[in-house]
């Protein structure tokens, strides 16, 4: 049972690159979502997807683009990596029952120098 | 929009001992509230989840009780062990939140607990 799966584990970027992090799951789950995790934050939601060609901005989605091609798949895109983007990033999927379990990925250590 | 409130922030413990972690919620339309245990350098993995049609869920020594008029739930973990160290967050999900969308999860921002053997 792969779950969500996330892709780097680990990247280090510098300022003014751009990158894509992978995020698939294998559950047929509708709905999809990016968080980030930082230091006495939590987790705040960037961006989420209710299904395929679906996406919409959450509480943090200044410098991420996302697309959803597939039921499967949603990258999330740093279009301009900044050291403020220095965060651990987590995929969420779920279905779209209204209070449905949501599982994460494994997480993204992002560092931008 | 959802608002969720952790506490404590830290909570170090005896082993056998309980701890309890409480979180409120000012949204009354959310009606899915999740514990997650995130261990060092992992995802947050759920433990146990209450829907706002129940006021209690048990499952082994993790319970969670939910309180909607007060709109508070908390989590309940009894005869601690050292492998329960960890941080803890609480959630909550509700419908309203970003354009009518489900499954969007509000955190707290978490209960570092240390079980001390």
């Known amino acids: 049972n792969a779950g969500v799966t996330q892709t780097p584990k680990f990247q280090v970027l510098k300022t003014g690159q751009s990158m894509t992090l992978q995020c698939a799951q294998d559950?047929?789950?509708?709905?999809m979502s990016w968080y980030r995790q930082d230091p006495g934050m939590g987790l705040r939601l960037i961006h989420y997807?209710?299904?395929?060609?679906?996406?919409d901005q959450g509480e943090v989605p200044n410098g991420y683009n996302v697309s959803r091609s597939t039921t499967e798949d949603f990258p999330l895109r740093l279009l301009s990596a900044a050291p403020s983007q220095t965060s651990v990033y987590f995929c969420a999927s779920s279905t779209s029952d209204r209070g449905g379990t949501i599982y994460f990925g494994e997480g993204s250590w992002l560092t931008v120098v | 929009g959802e608002n969720v409130e952790q506490h404590p922030s830290t909570l170090s413990v005896q082993e056998g001992d309980s701890a309890v972690i409480k979180c409120t919620y000012s949204?009354?339309?959310?009606?899915?509230f999740p514990w997650y245990k995130q261990e060092l350098g992992k995802g947050p993995q759920l433990i146990i989840d209450?829907?706002?049609?129940?006021g209690e869920k048990k499952d082994q020594r993790i319970a969670v009780t939910l309180n909607k008029t007060a709109k508070h739930f908390s989590l309940h973990i009894t005869e601690t062990q050292p492998e329960d160290s960890a941080v803890y967050f609480c959630a909550a999900s509700s419908w309203r939140n970003y354009g009518g969308s489900q499954g969007n999860l509000i955190f707290g921002k978490g209960t570092k607990l240390s079980v001390k053997p």
């Open positions: 209450i829907r706002s049609n129940v």
């Open positions: 949204d009354s339309a959310s009606n899915y």
């Open positions: 559950m047929n789950h509708e709905y």
């Open positions: 997807s209710v299904g395929a060609g679906i996406t």
